[in-house]
């Protein structure tokens, strides 16, 4: 590469010039009239339209970021309403959540008391056909009692006792004993 840069200079030096890093104004002179004419046509046809599409650009920008910001605060505010209605929703979900456990104590209670009232009152219908069926058997035992009293009464004395009046004499005998015990 120093080779190169040498074999230029070299060249440049021969025909009269200066090297690549030697001072030439003419051809300073030439090159700055030629930037500032093609910097005044530039800015005649290019610059207008470089300019006014940056800043068209400049303004989407800046309208996507108002944009950007309007759509973030309305996101945020939909998450708060969002937690808001979860909170909501799972307070309600306990509510009736306790509701529900507090209505199956309700009817388990009023199963255990109807469960209650029905043997009670299976015990007391129980009660009364044993008394009922007792007060049968101790009419029946009467009526045996009474034929048999009757019965011994006739061979003793002779004669065939079966009238209404010798059966309430046996009754009311019958019935004083009950009184004494």
């Known amino acids: 590469m120093?080779?190169?840069?040498?074999?230029?200079?070299?060249?440049?030096?021969?025909?009269?010039?200066?090297g690549p890093f030697s001072v030439n104004p003419g051809l300073m002179l030439?090159?700055?009239?030629?930037?500032?004419?093609?910097?005044?046509?530039?800015?005649?046809?290019?610059?207008?339209?470089?300019?006014?599409?940056?800043e068209e650009r400049e303004q989407t920008i800046a309208a996507q970021l108002t944009q950007?910001?309007?759509?973030?605060?309305?996101?945020?505010?939909?998450?708060?309403?969002?937690?808001k209605a979860t909170a909501e929703a799972r307070g309600?979900?306990?509510?009736?959540?306790?509701?529900?456990?507090?209505?199956?104590e309700k009817e388990r209670a009023l199963g255990h008391e109807k469960a209650k009232a029905d043997q009670e009152a299976l015990v007391?219908?129980?009660?009364?056909?044993?008394?009922?069926?007792?007060d049968r058997a101790?009419?029946?035992?009467r009526r045996e009692a009474v034929d048999l009293a009757l019965g011994a009464a006739s061979k003793v004395i002779g004669?065939?006792?079966?009238?209404?009046?010798?059966?309430?004499i046996v009754l009311d005998y019958l019935a004083t004993v009950e009184r004494s015990h």
């Open 159 to 168: 004669q065939r006792l079966d009238g209404d009046q010798d059966r309430k």
């Open 138 to 141: 101790v009419a029946e035992l």
């Open 30 to 54: 030439w090159t700055w009239l030629v930037f500032i004419a093609f910097l005044f046509f530039f800015r005649k046809t290019f610059w207008v339209t470089i300019v006014s599409r940056a």
């Open 92 to 104: 309600a979900a306990q509510t009736m959540l306790a509701e529900a456990r507090a209505a199956a």
């Open 2 to 18: 120093t080779t190169t840069l040498g074999m230029l200079a070299i060249l440049a030096e021969g025909e009269g010039g200066g």
């Open 68 to 83: 950007a910001e309007t759509m973030n605060a309305e996101a945020r505010a939909l998450l708060e309403e969002q937690k």
């Open 124 to 134: 007391d219908r129980a009660r009364r056909d044993i008394a009922a069926e007792k």
